[in-house]
């Protein structure tokens, strides 16, 4: 798998939300769940957009171009709506939001051309979440899967599309799944509060920031030990797609998770993320759809899981 995973794809699932002003930064500091104020150039952010609930809108890879203009890739599924309720927020703060999807051309790199991308850029970081500046193109390094190392490529619209042979989307997709970290679309709108898509984990949420919407529900999760569902990989020969419920047999008519992101596997049948229960997950023999669905092949996630604090 590792050798299928090479090249460059051009992300049209993914939509840019741009954030421009003196107060752009502090603005999105006290709507998201990771620190934006104190965000450098150097580096970007995983980062959720609640509900009062705590439950999750959008997530967002963020990175500033400037101390004023910073740029949100998000799914574009959810594009239209989570700008609309942002700017609900904005009130008399000093910033400017706007769909910028057709400004920069947004790509993923995987393996070698990854490597062609930052071969003549010295001390590249490899930690993820770091980000590169080349003149006008911006490198955010991603959690690899299945050890691939990968980045998102950024850059306008007119700047030459980064070398490397063809990737498709389908198999960026894929990568996506296995790397174990969820990016928030339409059919999961709402279903989870960030340690259920183990967003503490990967850097996703700053505990020490201060308050966003839904701030209460998810530090209370996390410092209370509440939490009872986490995210796992997952793999079935059947079709998987995001928002499939999963079940136990011993749990009759009660799911016991939902599928959070799915892609058809390079080898065949589809690989997903699914957060679930804990003890789902230990007992195993969990099923799609209904209790007498397709089984489930589970493994953890590709990443250490912090413990409640």
Not at 232 to 249: K, R
Not at 273 to 301: H, Y
Request: glycine share 8%; aromatic share 8%; proline share 6%.
């Amino acid at each position: 798998m590792q050798q299928q995973l090479d090249g460059v794809a051009r992300l049209t699932h993914s939509g840019l939300i741009r954030a421009q002003g003196e107060d752009a930064a502090k603005f999105l500091h006290g709507q998201f769940t990771h620190d934006f104020v104190l965000l450098g150039q150097n580096q970007a952010r995983l980062a959720a957009f609640c509900n009062a609930k705590g439950r999750v809108q959008a997530s967002f890879i963020g990175f500033k171009r400037s101390n004023s203009d910073i740029l949100l890739v998000c799914s574009r599924d959810l594009l239209a709506t989570t700008l609309k309720r942002l700017s609900m927020f904005i009130l008399r703060a000093k910033v400017k939001l706007t769909d910028a999807s057709e400004d920069f051309a947004l790509y993923g790199l995987a393996g070698s051309a990854l490597q062609h991308a930052t071969s003549q850029i010295a001390n590249y970081p490899d930690n993820t979440w770091a980000k590169t500046d080349l003149d006008e193109v911006s490198l955010i390094n991603l959690y690899p899967a299945d050890g691939v190392p990968r980045a998102l490529w950024l850059a306008p619209v007119a700047q030459p599309a980064p070398a490397g042979e063809a990737l498709t989307e389908a198999l960026w997709d894929w990568s996506e799944v296995r790397s174990g970290i969820v990016t928030s679309s339409q059919p999961i709108f709402e279903a989870f509060v960030p340690q259920m898509l183990n967003y503490e984990s990967v850097g996703g949420v700053n505990f020490k920031k201060g308050c966003y919407p839904g701030q209460e529900v998810v530090a209370r999760s996390q410092f209370r030990g509440t939490l009872k569902r986490r995210a796992y990989l997952a793999h079935a020969e059947a079709p998987l797609q995001a928002g499939d419920e999963v079940f136990l047999p011993a749990d009759e008519g009660q799911p016991c998770g939902t599928v959070a992101q799915a892609a058809a596997a390079p080898t065949g049948g589809f690989d997903a993320i699914v957060s679930m229960q804990i003890s789902a997950f230990e007992a195993g023999g969990v099923r799609l759809g209904t209790v007498d669905g397709p089984t489930l092949t589970l493994a953890a996630p590709p990443y250490p899981l912090l413990a409640d604090i």
